[in-house]
């Protein structure tokens, strides 16, 4: 990426289960999200951790465990409009903030996030 390995340059596996737990915090109370996500985010939480160390740059946890990513194909059975992938955003922005992950590598996974989320749309307004 533009600026190497960002997993490494964060903090590795610490950093990433910070970001994971402050998000699905936020997941897990916000009313556009909860219908969709299951009431117990903990395999949720872990299949999340495995796949953002991967989409970061380190070890390649998520496709050892779980196979091809197919994110879009995975996210098919849900509804996922506008304002969920909004929703989505707003709960990584506020968990970037409090999992302290400093920039330039908070808006650079923003970013990266925000071009997938678009791409998980599946469902116009
Ligand atoms: C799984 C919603 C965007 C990564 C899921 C699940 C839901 C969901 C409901 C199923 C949870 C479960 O069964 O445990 C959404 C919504 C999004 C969104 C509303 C808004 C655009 C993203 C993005 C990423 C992502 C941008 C990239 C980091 C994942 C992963 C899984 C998942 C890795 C687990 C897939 C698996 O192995 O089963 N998402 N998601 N999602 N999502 Fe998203």
Request: with cysteine.
């Amino acid at each position: 990426t533009q600026y190497g390995n960002i997993f490494n340059a964060i903090g590795g596996s610490d950093a990433i289960e910070r970001l994971v737990t402050a998000f699905y915090k936020r997941v897990g109370n916000h009313p556009a999200l909860i219908p969709i996500f299951p009431d117990d985010l903990t395999e949720t939480s872990w299949k999340q951790r495995l796949f953002l160390t991967q989409f970061l740059g380190g070890p390649k946890l998520y496709s050892e465990e779980r196979g091809h990513p197919m994110l879009r194909r995975r996210h098919l059975p849900f509804i996922i409009n506008p304002e969920r992938k909004e929703a989505w955003l707003a709960c990584m922005e506020e968990a970037l903030l409090e999992a302290h992950i400093e920039e330039p590598y908070r808006t650079a996974i923003f970013d990266k996030l925000t071009m997938t989320a678009n791409h998980m749309m599946n469902t116009p307004e």
